[in-house]
């Protein structure tokens, strides 16, 4: 599920999609809605490797501006492809035919006015660029031009071809509903569980804060006077704190948080942040060895009377300068703590 779930993999298909529905309505003669459709598209949006489906697009484009008669936009929809694929072959018969009538060997000629016209059958004069009428560009002399190899495309009026781009299409949309569908469910689990350890890790001196992706634990004190040394306002709510994520981990939990999950293997993952203050003569940023010792002290309390372990907490320092309150000569008591960092995990692959 993983290039599922992907925003980028998403919108490739997206504009797979949307390629698919424009060359179908150019087949079918509709060269308003491709060309509508064609415009919208935004290619900045496409990987970088998906190159093949940005030459499609910017091939067809050109194809349905030569019909529409906007030579000069489907010269530069071609030039764009060579800059990107000098040896496209469509592109280079569309510029040899664009310069051919640039040059008075060829003309464009229209065969209709509409954007929706039916579909031109093979045996009319000169080449169709799809397989739908608009503009024709077409030898008026007769020397043998028409059935060449500089003809932008030959026309095709094959019902079985237009049925197949049909079905690609249909496909391209259920593949992305499904992703849709996928994000959103994933979006409303991690909102899900991220409400349920907020409300079950509310308790005195600590502070909750709720972000899109994580719940913050925050103490109002600090926990440490000094050193790694805990303090015992400190150490008694890390150990209910611990309690409470092995209740959520079991499920024994009440309210909206119980068998939500936390720990290894479960709903959610622990980061236990350790923070130091900076001191004369210290490094002022970068981390330190007592704010990983904090954090150390810190997860031994919460695994001490749960069945959590240690190597389900994950130990980090913060740098001196990112405590949870402003770096202040006031709030130097309060930084010298931990901070617990909550997050939901991904779910495992679809088989």
């Known amino acids: 599920m993983a290039d599922v779930t992907d925003p980028a993999r998403a919108r490739a298909l997206s504009l797979q999609l949307t390629v698919n529905r424009a060359h179908s309505a150019a087949r079918a003669g509709d060269l308003d809605l491709a060309a509508r459709l064609l415009a919208e598209l935004d290619e900045r949006d496409v990987p970088d490797a998906d190159h093949a489906t940005v030459l499609a697009a910017l091939n067809l484009r050109a194809k349905v501006h030569a019909q529409r008669g906007e030579l000069t936009e489907a010269d530069a929809c071609w030039s764009r492809v060579e800059a990107i694929a000098p040896d496209d072959p469509d592109a280079a018969a569309g510029r040899r035919t664009l310069a051919k009538i640039a040059a008075g060997r060829r003309h464009a000629r229209p065969v209709v006015h509409t954007g929706r016209v039916a579909v031109v059958a093979a045996a009319l004069t000169g080449a169709a660029l799809i397989g739908g009428g608009g503009w024709l560009l077409a030898n008026g002399g007769g020397d043998g031009d028409r059935q060449s190899s500089d003809s ?200």
């Open 152 to 351: 932008v495309a030959e026309a095709d009026t094959g019902s079985e071809r237009l049925r197949e781009e049909s079905r690609r299409a249909d496909a391209l949309k259920e593949r992305l509903a499904a992703i849709e569908a996928g994000d959103t469910a994933a979006a409303a689990r991690r909102d899900s569980t991220l409400d349920a350890v907020a409300e079950r890790l509310a308790m005195p001196g600590v502070e909750i804060r709720r972000h899109a992706d994580d719940v913050q634990l925050v103490f109002s004190t600090g926990v440490f006077p000094y050193d790694s040394v805990i303090g015992a306002q400190g150490a008694s709510a890390l150990t209910e704190i611990g309690r409470r994520l092995a209740d959520l981990e079991s499920g024994s939990g009440t309210g909206a948080g119980a068998g939500t999950g936390a720990g290894a293997g479960t709903g959610v993952e622990t980061t236990v942040v350790g923070h130091s203050v900076a001191v004369p003569g210290g490094a002022p940023s970068g981390g330190s060895v007592v704010a990983l010792n904090r954090a150390r002290v810190a997860a031994q309390y919460l695994a001490q009377d749960s069945d959590l372990r240690l190597t389900d907490f994950r130990l980090v320092s913060a740098d001196q300068r990112r405590g949870p309150f402003p770096a202040t000569e006031a709030n130097a008591p309060r930084n010298r703590t931990v901070t617990l960092l909550i997050t939901p995990k991904e779910p495992p692959p679809a088989p």
